[in-house]
């Protein structure tokens, strides 16, 4: 996510994207996919039972491009930033261009969008990904109310290797779309991120700066230390741990101990049980 934005999005930044997000490229291909894809199930002899076909390959370079011009052309014409995002998010994982990882990166093209838009303060990420993934099945829903839709025009036959092969042009079905149930779909979730989760993280992060400041004043340590403090008496329940205690900490008093306890207990009450 802290990618989303640095460069203007063109093919070469798409792949470079998804290089971040599939770092072993023993077992997927990088860059545009060379043959079918498709989701669904398989029948007992391992062939496919598509519920989604994506693009043919030959039509992803063409395809790919006038995603991107698309994009270009929305930005400059200052369309509002989630309907932007919406139609060239959505738009992207439908053609589903890579063997793998078009789903992650559908939501990471969300992320770019916004951030580049500045939609969000600089440096923020805004979550709005993790709405999506909490809403899992409207997310599938929404998805699958355009995909779906679109099987019965697509002429498809089962490869040797269990793969698919489309028959007829379908370039068009992927070229233009109607993404209104998508963008609404979008701006559930980036209302809810804003309303709910944004509000959430600005506490948390309020809280933890006061904690963090209140053990730097009770004893001098590095900030990473500080840190680490914070979150092992967070994630046991306010107490330092035994094993820590004994280790990293060992140099702590139990008086200091106790003290930093009380701290972060204190910072974080109301907020996490503790």
Avoid at 27 to 53: C, H, K, M, N
Avoid at 153 to 159: H, K, L, S
Wanted: with cysteine.
């Amino acid at each position: 996510m802290l990618q989303a934005g640095k460069n203007h999005l063109t093919l070469d930044e798409i792949v470079r994207l998804h290089g971040v997000l599939i770092e072993d490229t023993r077992f997927t291909r990088a860059g545009l996919r060379p043959d079918g894809v498709f989701l669904g199930e398989r029948d007992d002899q391992s062939d496919p039972l598509p519920e989604f076909i994506g693009a043919r390959a030959d039509d992803l370079p063409s395809l790919m491009q006038g995603l991107i011009a698309a994009n270009e052309r929305m930005q400059d014409s200052g369309l509002d930033a989630v309907l932007q995002a919406a139609a060239t998010a959505f738009g992207f994982v439908y053609v589903h261009p890579f063997q793998d990882g078009n789903g992650r990166l559908h939501r990471c093209l969300i992320h770019h969008v916004l951030a580049e838009r500045k939609f969000a303060p600089r440096g923020m990420v805004f979550p709005v990904s993790s709405v999506m993934l909490d809403r899992i099945e409207n997310y599938r829903d929404t998805l699958r109310g355009h995909s779906g839709p679109l099987m019965m025009f697509i002429d498809w036959r089962p490869t040797p290797e269990r793969n698919v092969e489309v028959l007829n042009d379908t370039a068009d079905l992927y070229r233009y779309l109607d993404c209104t149930g998508n963008a609404e779909f979008l701006y559930t979730c980036v209302e809810r991120t804003v309303d709910h989760d944004l509000p959430r993280e600005i506490d948390y992060l309020r809280r933890h700066d006061e904690a963090l400041r209140r053990v730097m004043d009770t004893v001098e340590m590095p900030d990473r230390m500080a840190e680490n403090l914070i979150l092992f008496i967070q994630q046991n329940h306010g107490k330092l741990g035994r094993r820590r205690r004994e280790n990293e900490f060992a140099k702590l008093t139990d008086t200091e101990v106790a003290s930093l306890e009380a701290i972060v207990r204190e910072a974080f009450e109301g907020y996490v049980e503790i």
